[in-house]
């Protein structure tokens, strides 16, 4: 509606500031348009009183303000007269200066004041009390604010939003305009990371040559960039010049000179791994370095060897009734008696039973024992399984998060290690290089660290490869464990995820096993999805339909895709009602009792745990249960395992209605059952490592519900396993030194 409506102008002064959002960037103010008094809202950016201003809007009636001015942009300038230099310097937004500085200020230089505050503060010292200092803070401020203004209004008119620009501000400073002037290509970079079509706009408009160096560069660095966010860690160099060839529609020839170009700079890095060049984004390439570095020397730094192991072993035996494997022993052997290990292998295979009697060894041989993993209900499951203290990483760490910027960095660093002796860290697979490498680098010298994980899940977000890439480099002592002792309990789902590793189609099952499989495609699958979770298993199993049951789906979009399921599923499961408030926000409804994901990392949002301990934080993956529903407010209450939290309008849209979630997003998690539908996916869906994570999320009860081709394809296809990264080498090469 909002769009249709004619943009209005009105040009005026702004009087008096009623309401700022330093974060969000929205502002109510009043404006005196021709004498006349008009209230203005919108998420403008900064604005200070006695600034011209242009605004564009339309007029709205609000319930309890009546009629009010919604400006959608706002172009401001320089107070134009005395009187608004007068009344903007008068309004405290300058340090240092009040009503009667200010007004001294316009009597001694009149309507030039601002620009002697700009340009000459020295000037400002002929007025009592204005030190050189003084003079010189009062300055910088005023270009900051009018700098940010002019950002604003610039990057405005390429379709930039106010909150965006004034990020954009952030990163590049007073002389934003003029450094986006001579680069536009630095506003897709890191870490404002804009279209690079919308940058391209603005550089049509400065004239700037399609194949000059400014784009080409921009252009290889936004392929690595996009490539990171598909987990490669770096890029075989045909590989980038062909897709950063494509995506620019320029020639090979022009990208592969400039790429050099980039390496002599150091924008680029290379390295050469088995007689082929791999070009990465110097960080990423760092990362790995340093996680080779750091590994390589826990392999070779002696490690304390413990005493009476064999006896300890023997001892723990004896207590729980079984004899270790061969396997386990030998796990056990090398977590005590090197520094750094990965033990691996498939679901029931013992991974827990082996780790649970490593933590029991090392009570008497270490002091402090830290458990972690990469997500919260990964640690939550990793403490139930031990009956110790997990944590995630994030949290071991201790997150110092510079909302301003939206830079991350960890209290506990090189500089300010960690306190433990041994780390043991679960659900490796997940974990990214720029996480890994921060861990390593808070390890005090002589900590060791047990790497745990399934090489066979479905890799980090992030990118890197860690697992896989330690595990293939043979640097770093690895027991991979493969005798399956859940089968003796009769698990089809543990039999057919190692069946699913072996590219062999899982077993159909029946309605006495734990895994089975439904015929069933397009709409008529969805329909079956939605029986099962609604009545079927409930009825059958007395599974709760939303605490025990997660759909996991390979794809959002489609019939049988998490958006169109979770609407069917709401609306079956938590179906509006008068006791049941709801509020409507991002393209989605929250409902009272709705079942709820936190799509992305939030390091602010505060919470309560039960216990009443207060913490801040909720990350990608958490699930959660709505509580309570503030239509008023717009405000939310989210129970996650034990913490609630309270969304408000602006953390909504980080929620999504989680009935069905994707298979990605469950990484590291486990339910009581779990349905999968595979019915009509787009090829490049087809894979076995989605499907392996999907089928291993479940406890209990797995059901496949689809068609048999997309089944025996996804089983086939091992395509996505592949990532680029040269970690393994890098390993190799430490290892060889
Ligand atoms: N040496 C053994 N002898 C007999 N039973 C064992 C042995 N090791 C483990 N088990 C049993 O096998 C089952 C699976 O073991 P465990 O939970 O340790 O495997 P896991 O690899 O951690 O599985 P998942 O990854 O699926 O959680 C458990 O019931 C455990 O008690």
């Not at 403008?44 to 242009?54: Q, Y």
């Not at 603005?202 to 399609?210: D, G, P, R, T, W």
């Not at 048999?708 to 393994?728: F, G, H, K, W």
């Amino acid at each position: 509606m909002e769009q249709e409506q004619q943009l209005m102008r009105m040009e005026g002064t702004i009087e008096h500031l009623i309401y700022e959002n330093k974060d969000t960037g929205y502002v109510v103010f009043e404006v005196n348009a021709g004498g006349e008094l008009h209230v203005v809202t919108g998420v403008l950016g900064e604005v200070n009183v006695g600034e011209s201003v242009t605004l564009y809007g339309h007029f709205e009636n609000h319930p309890t303000h009546g009629p009010q001015f919604k400006a959608t942009s706002c172009e401001a300038s320089m107070p134009q007269d005395e009187a608004a230099t007068l009344a903007y310097l008068s309004s405290g937004a300058l340090p240092y200066i009040g009503p009667a500085t200010a007004k001294k200020l316009v009597e001694t230089f009149g309507a030039d004041s601002l620009e002697v505050i700009a340009n000459q503060p020295e000037k400002l010292t002929i007025l009592r009390g204005i030190t050189s200092d003084k003079a010189m803070a009062i300055s910088n401020e005023f270009r900051r604010m009018f700098g940010v203004r002019e950002a604003v209004a610039y990057l405005g008119r390429f379709g930039i939003s106010p909150v965006r620009a004034v990020e954009v501000y952030r990163h590049l400073g007073p002389n934003t305009v003029e450094a986006i002037r001579q680069n536009p290509y630095l506003l897709c970079g890191e870490p404002l990371r804009l279209k690079f079509a919308q940058v391209d706009a603005i550089a049509a408009e400065m004239n700037l040559a399609q194949d000059g160096s400014l784009r080409l560069w921009a252009g290889i660095l936004y392929v690595l960039r996009h490539n990171g966010g598909n987990g490669h860690t770096c890029l075989p160099r045909p590989q980038l010049l062909t897709t950063t060839a494509k995506f620019l529609k320029i020639g090979e020839d022009a990208i592969d000179r400039e790429l050099d170009a980039a390496i002599a700079e150091g924008e680029v890095a290379r390295y050469i791994c088995e007689g082929r060049e791999y070009l990465y984004l110097p960080d990423l390439l760092r990362a790995e370095q340093d996680i080779a570095a750091r590994l390589w020397e826990l392999t070779r730094y002696p490690a304390t060897q413990p005493r009476d192991l064999e006896a300890n072993i023997r001892a723990l035996e004896r207590a729980q009734g079984f004899a270790y494997a061969p396997e386990q022993r030998k796990a056990i052997e090398t977590a005590l008696c090197s520094n750094v290990m990965v033990l691996t292998g498939g679901p029931g295979t013992g991974k827990t039973t082996t780790v649970n009697a490593i933590l029991a060894l090392f009570q008497n041989q270490a002091d402090r024992v830290a458990l972690c993993a990469p997500t919260g209900r990964a640690a939550k499951r990793l403490s139930e399984l031990t009956g110790q203290k997990a944590q995630t990483i994030h949290r071991l760490l201790e997150v110092d998060y510079d909302p301003q910027i939206h830079l991350l960095r960890f209290i506990h660093n090189e500089k300010n290690l960690l306190k433990c002796d041994v780390v043991v860290l679960d659900e490796m697979s997940m974990v990214d290089a720029k996480l890994f490498q921060s861990l390593l680098a808070a390890l005090k010298h002589g900590c060791r660290i047990i790497m745990v994980g399934d090489a066979d899940q479905l890799p980090s977000v992030g990118p890197g490869n860690i697992l896989s890439e330690v595990i293939r480099s043979g640097v770093v002592p690895t027991v991979c464990l493969t005798r399956i002792f859940r089968q003796q309990h009769q698990s089809m789902i543990v039999e057919n995820a190692h069946r699913i590793v072996h590219g062999l189609v899982p077993q159909r099952g029946d309605r006495n096993s734990d895994f089975f499989f439904l015929q069933a495609s397009g709409l008529a699958c969805q329909q079956l999805v939605c029986d099962l979770v609604a009545t079927r298993l409930p009825k059958s199993y007395g599974l709760d339909p939303i605490r025990d049951i997660q759909v996991l789906c390979p794809t959002k979009i489609g019939p049988v895709g998490t958006a169109a399921l979770n609407q069917r599923l709401q609306a079956m499961l938590n179906p509006p009602s008068p006791d049941k408030p709801q509020l409507e926000m991002a393209g989605q409804v929250f409902r009272l009792g709705d079942k709820v994901m936190q799509v992305r990392n939030n390091y602010l949002i505060p919470y309560e745990r039960d216990g009443g301990e207060a913490g801040v934080g909720a990350f990608n993956g958490d699930l959660g249960v709505i509580l309570g529903v503030d239509p008023g407010e717009r405000a939310l209450l989210v129970q996650m395992d034990d913490r609630k939290l309270v969304y408000t309008a602006e953390n909504i849209p980080e929620l999504e209605i989680a009935y069905a979630v994707t298979v990605h997003k469950s990484q590291g998690s486990e339910f009581a059952a779990v349905v999968i539908p595979v019915s009509d996916l787009p090829e490049k869906l087809c894979y076995r490592n989605l499907l392996y994570t999907g089928v291993t999320r479940a406890k209990r009860l797995c059901i496949l519900a689809g068609r048999p081709d997309t089944v025996a394809r996804m089983t086939e296809n091992i395509r996505q396993n592949l990532r680029y990264s040269c970690l393994a080498d890098l390993l190799r090469n430490g290892a060889k030194l």
